[in-house]
């Protein structure tokens, strides 16, 4: 099983790094790739993918993620 890594990059998109596929909410599906950067401030005029805006937008994200136990 190949290994999926997803990166909170500070003040800017999702980092996933693959291979992964996007399939949009009306079921669109894109290409398969190795990394694609998923939009986070909700500015993007290419969403679901990063087009920069968070750096035009001033972008402030939110706390760090925090660390949920997971039972299982």
Not at 14 to 35: F, I, S
């Amino acid at each position: 099983m190949d290994d999926v890594q997803v990166q909170v990059l500070e003040n800017g998109p999702y980092k996933v790094q693959g291979p992964v596929k996007v399939v949009d909410a009306d079921g669109t599906q894109y290409e398969e790739r190795k990394t694609v950067f998923l939009c986070r401030c909700g500015g993007s005029t290419n969403k679901p993918f990063c087009d920069g805006t968070h750096s035009k937008i001033g972008f402030d994200a939110a706390e760090r993620a925090v660390r949920e136990d997971v039972a299982g």
